[in-house]
C-alpha cells in the first residue's frame, strides 16, 4: 500500500505551544503533501516537498522529508487555537499525476 | 482566490435511487478527482480523470460509479444504484499539473442513503 500514516492519531496541546505530526509512507515517491481540515469541510493545501528536498518552510509549518526512513513530519510553531483541525499527509502513486493517497490523519486540538 | 465548488452540499437519497454529485473546478486546472470520506475516516480516493477520460480508480470505484465531464465546466460523479454504505462526505479536487501540485478541495457534498 502507498498510504501515508500520521501518528500520533490525536494531540491536544495549549496555544503557543509547537505541534509535531509525524506520517510514514511504505513506497516510493515523487512528492509528500499535508492538508489541513477543519471538521467536516474540506481539505486545504498546506505544502508540497518533492523527494529530493529535505525540509520546506511556509510561515509557521516546516515540513521535513526523510526519503531513507520514508517517514515526513510537519511542524507548527507558536500554535492558535485556530489551528485545531485534522492534519493528513498525502503521497502521491507515481502513476503520472493520476493519484495522490491520504493517510488516516493526525487531530490536533489547540486550547486557548 | 479560485475556488472548486460542490453541489449540493447535503443530499439524502433512497437506497437504491441514482444519485448525481455535481462539481465546478477550477477554470484552468486539467486534472480532476473525487474523493470520499466516511465519517471520521480517512479520505479514500476514487477516480482521477485527465483528458476527457478516467486515469485511474480505485476498488471502491465499481460499476455503479460513474463520471462525466459534460461541458467545459461541470465534472459530476453518478452513482446508480445507492446503497447504506455510500453515505459519506463525496469531495471534488481539482489541480493543474496532477500529483505535483496541490490540489484544490471542494467544500463537499455529504450523501446520506436512507
Known amino acids: 500500500s502507498q498510504q501515508g500514516e500520521e501518528d500520533p492519531q490525536a494531540l491536544s496541546i495549549q496555544e503557543g505551544e509547537n505541534a509535531t505530526m509525524n506520517c510514514s509512507y511504505k513506497t516510493s515517491i515523487n512528492n509528500l503533501q499535508w492538508y489541513r481540515q477543519n471538521s467536516g469541510r474540506g481539505l486545504v493545501h498546506l505544502i508540497l516537498?518533492?523527494?529530493?528536498?529535505r525540509e520546506k518552510h511556509s510561515g509557521r509549518l516546516r515540513v521535513t522529508l526523510d526519503t531513507s526512513k520514508k517517514s515526513s513530519s510537519l511542524l507548527i510553531t507558536a500554535s492558535r487555537a485556530a489551528d485545531t483541525a485534522s492534519y493528513f499527509c498525502a503521497t502521491d502513486a507515481n502513476t503520472g499525476g493520476f493519484k495522490t493517497i491520504f493517510g488516516a490523519g493526525t487531530r490536533l486540538f489547540v486550547k486557548a | 482566490e479560485p475556488e472548486v465548488t460542490q453541489t449540493p452540499s447535503h443530499q439524502v437519497t433512497q437506497m437504491g435511487q441514482e444519485v448525481i454529485l455535481r462539481c465546478v473546478p477550477i477554470?484552468?486546472?486539467?486534472?480532476f478527482y473525487w474523493y470520499r470520506q466516511i465519517l471520521g475516516q480517512k479520505v479514500e480516493f476514487l477516480v482521477s480523470?485527465?483528458?476527457?477520460?478516467?486515469?485511474?480508480k480505485s476498488e471502491i470505484f465499481d460499476d455503479q460509479f460513474s463520471v462525466e465531464r459534460p461541458d467545459g465546466s461541470n465534472f459530476t460523479l453518478k452513482i446508480r444504484s445507492t446503497k447504506l454504505e455510500d453515505s459519506a462526505m463525496y469531495f471534488c479536487?481539482?489541480?493543474?499539473?496532477?500529483?505535483?501540485?496541490?490540489?484544490?478541495f471542494g467544500s463537499g457534498t455529504r450523501l446520506t442513503v436512507v
Open positions: 516537498i518533492r523527494s529530493n528536498e
Open positions: 479536487a481539482s489541480s493543474p499539473r496532477g500529483t505535483d501540485y496541490g490540489y484544490t
Open positions: 477554470s484552468n486546472h486539467l486534472y
Open positions: 480523470f485527465y483528458n476527457n477520460e478516467i486515469s485511474e
